[in-house]
Each structure stands twice: as C-alpha cells, then as structure tokens.
C-alpha cells in the first residue's frame, strides 16, 4: 500500500472514530481534509485548494438555496405543523392494524417535501409517537425502525439539501435531481406503509388497531384534522417543487419563496 492510500485510510478511520465521539461533523471533516492533505501533497497546495473550493461554493448561486430550505423547515416545525400533521394521519388510519406506523411515514413523507431536512424531524416523530405507541401496545423496534426510516426521507424527496449540494458537484442540474428524486422517494415511502399493513394484519401484536378511546369520534373530525394539518403543508409543497419541476422558478427563487410563505404560515 503507498503513502498516499494509507493517508487516506487513516483519513476515513480518524473522521468515524471522532463522529462515534460527537463531534460535528463539518469540523471533523473540515480537521480531517486539512490535516491528511498536509501530510499528504504539502500546506502550501492544500491552502491554494482550500481557497479555490470555498470561492467556487459561495460563488454558487445554487447554493444560496440551503439556507432557505433551512429556514423553511426551522419554521414549519416551530409552527407545529408537524404535530398537527401526525394527529390528522393518526385518526385517518386509527381503525387499521400499524396505524401509528403509517402515521408516522407519512408525517415524515409530507414534512420531508416540504422541508429537505433530516435531524430535527427524526426527533420530532420521536416525541410525537413513541408515547402513544407504548399507549397503544406497539412493538418498540418497529416503532423505531419507522421513525428512523421516515426521518430520514428528507435526504431523497425534494427539496433534499442533499441534491442542492450534489448537483454542483457532479454537473447536473438540481431541478433534474429533483424530478428524478421524486419517484424513488414515494415508492419507497409506500413500500414502508404497505410493509407495515400487512406485518400488523399478518401479526396484529405488533401493531393493533388504535384503543377506541384515540379514535375519531366522527368522519368530519378526520376531515377537520387534514384540513388544518395537511392542507397548508400540501399547498407549499405544491408552490415550491411545482415552481421548480415545471421551470417557473429555480431552486433559488422556490426555496425563497418558500421561506417567505412559512414566515406568512406562522
């Protein structure tokens, strides 16, 4: 093995080994690139790249979309959107087996199109449904595996910050990501649901129909609970993906007027 693969080697063991200890991942990267690219090719050409990139990022005008996206999400959630969204989800399946379960991928589906983002929605889905899962009966790993599966939908369904940042990088458009990101994202999305109905209908104890008691007492209760917590997620969703798939604005005009639309939401 040369000198130059097992810098990089330890590179990679160094970078998982300071993620497994809870540093931030931009700084560990950042550590890690720096210090193995001096000992690898010299300070003086790691510093004229480190120059180069960070001019070609912020010169980006693709990029200014993250921030937006971010501030959309931060938003959403601050608003409670996404409780309201998990409730009208929740009383719409609660006679089915896996309810919770379908509740929370499609909380997670909805929320990720609206937003892009991961981590904050994973803890979100956590508060949310792990006690009335327990309240329910629910087995704990599925429970889990839902929540993880469903939180982590941001980083493939549009407007993923994900595709924002790989379109420069690999010289595609971000608005073909998108239109391509969008299939893959539903079917696996509806895989999970379905996967989750028929285990629940299959083995019913690890996942009941909901307790008569968090049921909806009527249909215009179900309809009521949409109306209020789908219905303003779906129509932003609309605006910002729509604009872009459709060419009427690009991913720099959606996300701002997304966020712009969010601070009116809230």
Not at 21 to 42: H, K, Q, R, V
Not at 95 to 108: C, D, N, Q, R, W
Not at 220 to 227: I, N, P, R, T, Y
Request: hydrophobic share 55%; proline share 7%.
């Amino acid at each position: 093995m040369s000198h130059n693969e097992m810098l990089a080697m330890l590179s990679l063991v160094g970078m998982f080994g300071l993620f497994c200890f809870g540093f931030p991942i931009a700084y560990t990267m950042l550590f890690a690139g720096m210090l193995f690219g001096f000992l690898g090719i010299g300070w003086k050409l790691v510093s004229y790249l480190l120059t180069v990139q960070f001019y070609q990022v912020m010169n980006d005008s693709v990029m200014v979309a993250i921030p937006f996206f971010l501030v959309m999400g931060y938003l959403l959630e601050g608003a409670g959107l996404m409780e309201r969204l998990f409730s009208a989800f929740q009383k719409l399946f609660a006679k089915l087996p896996g309810s919770l379960y379908m509740a929370v991928i499609s909380t997670g589906t909805l929320f990720a199109a609206a937003t892009g983002i991961v981590g904050s929605s994973v803890n979100l889905l956590c508060v949310m449904a792990e006690p009335t899962m327990r309240k329910g009966g629910y087995d704990v790993r599925m429970g889990a595996g839902s929540i993880a599966a469903a939180g982590t939908l941001g980083i493939l369904i549009p407007p993923s910050i994900m595709l924002v940042v790989l379109g420069p990088m690999v010289g595609v458009p971000v608005t073909d990501l998108f239109v391509a990101a969008v299939p893959p994202g539903l079917l696996l999305a509806s895989l999970y649901i379905l996967y989750s109905l028929v285990k629940c209908s299959i083995w019913p104890k690890y996942g009941p129909p909901l307790p008569p008691e968090l049921r909806p007492t009527s249909g215009a209760e179900v309809v009521k609970e949409l109306l209020v917590g789908a219905i303003p997620l779906l129509l932003l969703i609309l605006s910002v993906l729509g604009s872009i798939m459709f060419g009427l604005a690009t991913p720099t005009e959606a996300s701002a007027c997304g966020a712009f639309a969010s601070i009116i939401m809230v």
